[in-house]
């Protein structure tokens, strides 16, 4: 079963899955407005969130309720935990996949950290934080800034101390 | 592009809020409760088609500054460390807090890290290089094995000679050596003969430091002193020169009276005053700002030892190098890191006044020597900052005491 996102570039699913033969149990999850999502139950276990609930037996046959987590963003998710149960060796594409994976607008990174987070997908989490922390590299403080939409809340004094700090740091 | 300018209204908008500190409770409530709040701000944030990175809850904050932190160790790159803690006071409060003094990780990341303790497991490779036209000294921490490379700046000092004493005015800013400039660390002065240095900190060193008025240098009592005095003379070293036995023909013996630490810094479990911040020029905040916050660094939280004025303070003199009978030379192990004879290379070790005479202790605390024309190295560990092993080394410079 697969989703199609709002601007359809995305494409969940078992589509890529090698092995169909094998019996999978699948799990159904519901984004906060509503869609549904048909996921293995291993690809769902990645988020150790539904993994819980899976293991305490609080899954009934409708499936699991995700309010905090819309519908572009869990389609993104899941396609991630499935690419990551579908091939877990295979390093070299593992890792192109994950690069173009976070190669999105950065309020989309935004999104997803937020989501990884909820789901806790350790892995995923581990990902975007390191692709954040490395937008920042090599940055000064007013691109920071920018970059994040971050407003400068120093009082004067504060700033002229800062300011200070990073000339010494740049000479 | 449109996105940036719909940021551009966003922040607008959220600016305004931010300050009213709703956002931040509203974010704050969504940590605390997943279910409840975090609909509610994600909601929001959708509702306006983009996100604040403001919104980003703390915790989630510091996982991406952690790996900024541990990603850039070294300097140039480090940088980005400061950087980051000079965003907005959400970003610096945990830049500030992952940020562990040089004592604990070896790293020297802000400026305040000049007046902290070196590392105690190890030793901070630094070099100086010596400008003669300018008479201008300036510090470097070396950024690779190499005695001396590009480095990354420290600090800078300047001679500045007087009728009756020498200056060396220290500053965090090369371009500007003033003493009323806000990048002033501090000074060397030495007396007339070139025997005797005071160094002197800008800022006090620990709650109830003695001060210093320009001409003479009155001791006020630990209860006298109003913590409303600005940027002043904060004593903080004391340094003597004399030739030994043998005369010039011989090492000079040094003698650093170290008044800011105490005695027991060297001792197992021991503690030196470890400044946090700078303070501000404001004069108005300069009491309300606390020395010694125990977020700061993995260490310890309690009140670390402040040397009352009767208990012992650290001296270090310097190591005695042996006579090489062969070489015809005094010698000492200086590890690689110096290369060429000269009289003002030295070892300073911590002195143990109460052990066997002659004993000394291992560690060598302090080193400096020459590796080339102008080029020194000097590599310092705890409990001495840079700033007070930059100032001892300067002393080690003008003395004229077995000079030929």
New interface residues.
């Given amino acids: 079963m697969a989703a199609t996102t709002a601007d359809g570039s995305k494409v969940v699913g078992g589509g890529e899955k090698s092995n169909v033969d094998e019996e999978s149990k699948m799990i159904t999850l519901f984004s906060s407005d509503g869609e549904r999502f048909e996921v293995t139950q291993e690809a769902a276990a990645m988020s150790q969130t539904i993994h819980h609930m899976m293991e305490d037996g609080c899954v009934d046959d409708e499936g699991v309720h995700l309010p905090n987590v819309g519908s572009s963003i869990l389609a993104m998710v899941i396609e991630y935990c499935n690419r990551h149960v579908a091939s877990p060796d295979e390093k070299e594409d593992i890792r192109s996949f994950d690069a173009g994976f976070v190669n999105v607008e950065h309020h989309t990174l935004f999104d997803i950290i937020r989501a990884a987070n909820y789901l806790d997908v350790k892995e995923l989490m581990d990902l975007c934080c390191q692709t954040v922390a490395d937008s920042i590299k090599s940055k000064s403080v007013e691109e920071i800034r920018e970059l994040f939409g971050i407003v400068n809340d120093f009082t004067p004094e504060e700033e002229a101390e800062i300011r200070k700090e990073n000339q010494w740091a740049f000479e | 592009m449109s ?1 940036r300018s719909l ?1 551009q209204d ?2 607008d908008e ?2 305004s809020i ?2 009213h500190g709703l956002r931040a409770s509203r974010s704050h409530r969504a940590v605390a409760a ?2 409840v709040g ?2 509610a701000a ?1 909601g929001l ?2 509702a306006l088609e ?5 919104q ?2 703390p915790e ?1 904050l510091r ?3 952690v ?2 932190e541990v ?2 160790t070294l300097w140039p ?4 460390v ?8 959400a ?2 409060g945990i830049m500030k807090e992952v940020v562990r003094v040089p004592e604990a990780s070896g790293k020297l990341t ?2 305040i890290s000049l007046k902290q303790p070196g590392p105690k497991e190890s030793t901070l490779k630094c070099f100086i290089r010596r400008n003669r036209t300018t008479q201008t000294y300036y510090l470097y921490i070396g950024i690779t094995e190499a005695l001396a490379d590009d480095g ?2 420290l600090l800078a000092a300047r001679k500045c000679r007087k009728p009756t004493y020498t200056d060396y005015l220290i500053s ?3 371009g500007d050596m003033s003493k009323g400039s ?2 002033y660390i501090g000074k060397l002065r030495s007396n007339f003969l070139g025997t005797k240095f005071t160094v002197y900190d800008a800022h006090p060193p620990y709650d109830g430091a003695v001060v210093s008025k320009s001409r003479s240098a009155r001791m006020v009592g630990l209860n006298q002193v109003s913590p409303r005095i600005p940027a002043g003379n904060y004593p903080v070293s004391q340094i003597s020169f004399e030739l030994n036995v043998l005369g010039s023909r011989g090492p000079r013996r040094m003698n650093c009276v170290m008044s800011s630490i105490p005695a027991s810094a060297v001792e197992e479990g021991g503690k030196a005053p470890t400044q946090t911040e ?1 303070p ?3 004069i108005d ?1 300069f009491p309300s700002i606390p020395f010694f916050r125990s977020k700061s660094a993995h260490m310890d939280s309690t009140a670390p030892q402040i040397p009352a004025q009767n208990e012992e303070k650290l001296v270090l003199k310097n190591k005695s190098p042996r006579w090489h009978e062969q070489l015809q030379c005094w010698c000492l192990n200086f590890r690689g890191r110096v290369t060429v004879a000269s009289v003002k290379n030295f070892q300073l070790v911590a002195s143990d006044e109460t052990g066997p005479a002659g004993q000394e202790q291992d560690k060598v605390i302090l080193q400096f020597g020459k590796i080339g024309k102008d080029l020194f190295t000097m590599d310092y560990r705890y409990p001495i900052s840079a700033f007070q092993a930059f100032a001892i080394c300067l002393s080690s410079f003008d003395t004229k005491i077995a000079c030929e």
Avoid: Q, Y
């Fill in positions: 996105f940021i966003m922040r959220f600016g931010s300050r997943p279910g975090a609909s994600a944030v959708d983009g996100t604040c990175w403001a980003l809850p989630l996982e991406v500054l790996r900024v990603d850039d790159s480090r940088r980005d400061v950087a980051c803690a000079g965003v907005c006071r970003w610096r802000f400026p990354k700046f965090l800013d090369m806000s990048t700078f501000l020029n404001n905040s």
